[in-house]
């Protein structure tokens, strides 16, 4: 669930970044609601309400899961457009333009140059992000799917021992997610270093094809 929630929601929260930031007449208000919504409500009550609410207004019926993920990930989608939208105004505005006179499409122009750098900006921002949402898909208990926290009070309510059962549940949660902090603070040292021996290589070869030397 965590990782379709977090596919979901990075790409809900890349639309509405990019609608944000192109400031679009009518959509653009429509994507600040959106996140403002999300962000300063509770995760219970968005998965309530997706899961109560939804049927009632739509007529559509989901079971628990598919109830949680839409919740979830409309979640995160929130958190990821305030995250991206902070990368692509940090990138330079000299670069789009740049970009738009050699002839770029305003896609190209994202998909080759702005989204790349504001990407590497946020990525420490999208990896709590998924951290978050690996503790936050306990909430998801409440509706009755299955997932650690919902299994763990079921075996608590059969044993009669919640104490040591959902001591247990919790050491489970902070093992995976510092592992993967860990994982993740490692990876991203190892990209950026990467990026930034890409980038003094490229001028290197471009100081010595103008002739020139780096100092």
Known sequence: MSVLAMVAGSLIGLTVAILRVRRMRWLAPAGTAYVEFFKNTPLLAQILGVYYALPVVTGLRLDAFSSALIALSLNV???????????????????????????????????????PQA?????????????????????ASVISVAELMYNGRTLAVDTYRPVEIFTVCGALYFIVVYVQSILLERAYQAWLARSRRTVVGR????????GGALP
């Open 77 to 115: 989608g929130a958190f990821m457009s305030e995250v991206l939208r902070a990368g692509i105004i940090g990138v330079d505005r000299g670069q789009s333009e740049a970009a738009s006179a050699i002839g770029l499409t305003e896609f190209q122009s994202y998909r080759r140059i702005i989204l």
């Open 203 to 210: 001028a290197s070869i471009a100081g010595r094809a103008r």
């Open 119 to 139: 990407l590497l900006a946020i990525l420490p921002a999208c990896a709590s992000i998924w951290l978050s949402l690996l503790k936050d898909t306990s909430v």
